[in-house]
Structure formats: C-alpha cells, structure tokens
C-alpha cells in the first residue's frame, strides 16, 4: 500500500525557514512533488524530483527560497522553505507523481 | 506558464444528475491532463490522467474527454461522496498548473 505521510509544519515567523519532510512507503522510488493549499483556496504545485534527484522543477514563486531534495535510503522527500513571508502559509502535500497524495502538513508564517 | 481555467466554478446538482465540468488552456497541452477530486479537509484524490484513463479504484461513473485545448469531466448518477471539489491539472510543460477548482455542491 502507497503511504505519504507530511511532517514539519509548524507556526514561523515572517523571514524564518522550515523544513518539511515526507516518509514514503508501498512503492520504489519514483518522481515526487510538492503542492500546497493556501486557506480557502486552490492548488498550486511547487516543485518535483526525480528518482536520483539530478532532476529538480520549481514554479517562479518559490524558486531560490524552496529547496526539494530526497533521501532513497530512507525513503523520504524534503522540502527546506527559507525566507517565508505571509503568503506561504498553507497546507502542504507531497505526492508521488501526483498520483497519490499525504494527508498534509499546515504551515503558518505569522508575527 | 500555461493557464488552466474551469467552468462553472461551482453548480448545484442533485443526488442521481449527472455534471460536467469544463477545463480550458490556454495553449495547446496535447492529452496531457489529469483530474483531481478533494473533498472538505481531505487531500486532493488524483481521478484521471491522459484527460480520459481512469486511475485503479476510481469508478466508471467519472468520465474524462478533450484534447488539445478543451477537457471534460463528466460524472454521472451523482451521490453524495461525489459532492466535493474538483481540479484539473496540466503535465504538458513545467510549472505544473492546476485550474481554480469546481465544487459541486447538494441541490
């Protein structure tokens, strides 16, 4: 059975870092995402790997703040946010290939 | 980046109808769309890939269609685990971008 689960989120304030992680089991390793929730609102995808991590996609926004990188060894996906502001608060999910999905980790950036 | 807009953004339908939801880009994306329901404080559930081939699990009640520019969902005899809100997404080219969501919400 495919299992994602989300771990890290916390409460930050404006300017900190966070690092989130996601432990992975059920399958081999493959391409992996990250997509968030901002409250009340829609989906946008943030970046994805590939199997050996020589591959990395960012969406403009996130790009030089977010970090993706993953662990095979320990079947776990991260995700090092840096600079936060405001804006980044929301759920974030990871996903294998966007197939299936974590449960999600709530991450708020407040004074 | 390739802008994904839904239409309608919400409906009302009743239990036993049958919806349609649309999802236009704004350049030409080939089949290289999926659909995605999310129900209230759940994570989003991928329905579809290729705009037509059904993920393992997902009943053949969901009917995706559409290449090129304009994609449909369609899902018949609604019931009310269907009630939720629905995403398409597009793997053309990078970023991924999701449209803005349509939720379908009990007549």
């Known amino acids: 059975e495919v299992q994602l689960v989300e771990s890290g989120g916390a409460l930050v304030q404006p300017g900190g870092s966070l690092r989130l992680s996601c432990a992975t089991s059920?399958?081999?390793?493959?391409?992996m995402d990250w997509v968030r929730q901002a409250p009340g609102k829609g989906l946008e995808w943030l970046a994805n790997?590939?199997?050996?991590?020589?591959?990395?996609y960012y969406v403009d926004s996130v790009r030089g703040r977010f970090t993706i990188s993953r662990d095979n060894a320990k079947n776990s996906l991260y995700l090092q946010m840096d600079s936060l502001g405001a804006e980044d608060t929301a759920v974030y999910y990871c996903?294998?290939?966007?197939?299936?999905w974590g449960q999600g980790t709530l991450v708020t950036v407040s004074s | 980046d390739i802008q994904l807009t839904q239409s309608p953004s919400s409906l009302s339908a009743s239990v036993g109808d049958s919806v349609t939801i649309t999802c236009r880009a704004n350049?030409?994306?080939?089949?290289?769309l999926s659909w995605f329901q999310q129900r209230p404080g759940k994570a989003p559930k991928s329905l579809m890939y290729?705009?037509?081939k059904l993920h393992s699990g997902v009943p053949s009640k969901f009917k995706g269609s559409g290449s090129g520019t304009v994609f449909t969902l369609t899902i018949s005899n609604l019931q009310p685990e269907d009630f939720a809100t629905y995403f398409c997404?597009?793997?053309?080219?990078?970023?991924?971008?999701f449209g803005q969501g349509t939720k379908v919400e009990i007549k």
């Open positions: 997404l597009q793997y053309y080219r990078y970023p991924r971008t």
């Open positions: 790997i590939n199997v050996d991590g020589s591959e990395k």
């Open positions: 350049q030409v994306i080939s089949d290289s």
């Open positions: 996903s294998k290939r966007l197939d299936f």
């Open positions: 290729g705009a037509s």
């Open positions: 059920g399958f081999s390793p493959d391409w």
